[in-house]
């Protein structure tokens, strides 16, 4: 292909590769209820753009605005402000039943009327396409969800989980530009929850369609998502990918949010454009990367299985904390202890227990230990960023 | 307890001598099934007793003549043909009226929406002798003629809030997201009250209809007031009384309760049916 176009136009700068358009993005929206003389903002001021064939999550805490964001790309909310564009055409005031995308409701909302075939072929229809083809199509898709023997049933006929796979049969059969899933999986026990997500994956992958999904779980976020927009309070928190997210949280709310942080506080003795010392409150001085002010308190982060534990003292190049073990829980494949710094400060630290780990003596309650890291796993939190400092990466300061 | 286990140990037969109890549950449903029931078991009795004289008042015997003779009385089955058109047109009338109100009282929220309500339960509430009394004023001053259409004007008026209050009782309990979902899937809001909201409907809007055709069909007191020279079903019932009812009446009445526990058994199996299949 370049070599063509090199050779087509020899002298002519190469081409800008055309710019593909976003299957989704929003442009400034939000959306206030007004109940009453009471308002309440939803969604403060949202910019999102969604990729073509991207497996994205909207991930928060319940009341932070997720389905009413889902449900404004879908059509049921007007936006209060902003722009909404599908495929990059404006489509702000146009009804959902013309909106190219589909959405799968979290209590399903089958037709207890129509049989699963008809729940499914119920959009296909609505487009008039041949009979015959509807007729592929549906089962086709019951193929895919593994549903083919149950056409002739009504939805009351079947279990939760069956329910669910018509939910996404009946949207996904419409080849929608996306697929907007509000906490599909919810409803569902844990076993069944982890076996659907791997199958939604895994569907996702074979069809290529667009993924919206709304969840507050965030292992089911980190599991499935190819970005994750971490939202708090009607704004997006931090927008990346699993391990961005996981890795860095840009906020002290993200942090705490995505899985389990040691937050520990201390002032910035000494910096430097190669880095500052942070002295943490138990007297202990952490070397961290990032270029801060001289006296300034800071929160300084680390993950838990990024912790090593052990009596010998650890390289002084590393980053370490001498701490008393105030409680080991066993767990088989790893044991969680809890340390205890000499300023009362608690940190949890995960270890697995891999085959260079023998009988410990350190497990003990009360026996003295030391926590090393590697200095890039420590990192200063800045504070919960607010509406204007939502983006990745804040926590880089000048 | 204890007792029980001694006696078995030592084998001696402890007897249970359980005590004749009154099942107080029991009579009290038989004692109200009876009240309900042995009307129309005498109605229907007497439409098969052989009369001679013109009272048909004491048992005298088994025929079932009178159902040969039915439409003997002219005047009575014009009566009885004048109330079932009122009846079925009440029916189509009230339920296509009280469905859309009850569909809009349950779904939306309007300006006078409480006054709706107010006035639905005014109507169900207000004395009917105090309806057809003022009916008849009020057709008056309009300058209404008395009759068929007074009747049925008369009749749609209090069945309406019947047929409204029980669709509203079924659109309460639907699920908003359904009506989204057909949306969602490229229904416009018509195809969507047809594939979807409507045949939920359904149960509620026939039991509304069946409900406004069952006050329509006996109703006396208003359609007296309103009536003028028409004679309805019960109108001549009442004027018979006084020289005497002729079984044909019995043969009616058991004619129109066949009918209606009829439908009204159709309504339940299809209910039921679709309540059973179509739980999500
Ligand atoms: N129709 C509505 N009317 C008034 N407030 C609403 C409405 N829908 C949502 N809200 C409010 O908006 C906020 C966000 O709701 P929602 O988007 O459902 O959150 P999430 O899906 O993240 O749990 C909540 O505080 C909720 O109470
Ligand atoms: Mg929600």
Redesign the pocket.
Known sequence: MTAITAARAPVATPAPAAPTVPAISLEGVSKT?R?GRET?T??GKLDLTIEAGEFFSLL??????????M?MIAGFEDATSGVVRLDGKDVTSVAPNHRDVNMVFQSYALFPHLTVADNVAFGLKRKRVPAAEVKQRVADMLELVELAGHAKRKPGQLSGGQQQRVALARALVNRPRALLL?EPLAALDLKLRQAMQLELKRIQREVGITFVY?T?DQGEALTMSDRIAV?NG?YVAQLGTPAEIYERPASRFVAEFIGTSNLLPGTVTDASSEGSTVRLGCGADLRIGETLDAGEAVDVTVRPEKIRIGTAEPDPASSRVPGTVADAVYLGSATHYTVRLADGTEIVVFRQNADDVTADAIAAPGSPVWLSWHPTHSYVLPENSGPTDATQGSHHRA | MSVIVEGAVTGTPAPPRPRRRIDWGKLFTWTVLGWLFVPIVFMIAFSFNDISGRHNVTWQGFTVKWYGQAFDHADLTQALFHSLAIALLTMVIAGTIGSLLGLALGRHTFRGKGTTNLVMFAAICAPEVVLGAALLSLFLLMGVTTGFVAILLAHVMFTVSFVAITVRARVITLDPKLEEAARDLGAGPWTTFRLVTFPMLLPAIMAGGLLAFALSIDDYIITSFVAGEVTTFPLWIWGATRVGIPPQVNVMGTLIFAAGVLLAVINVILARRQASRGRP
Request: with cysteine; net charge positive.
């Open positions: 209820f109940s309440v939803a969604v928060g805490p319940s009341g932070c605005g997720k389905t009413t964001t449900r509000d709304v507050h939202m009607g």
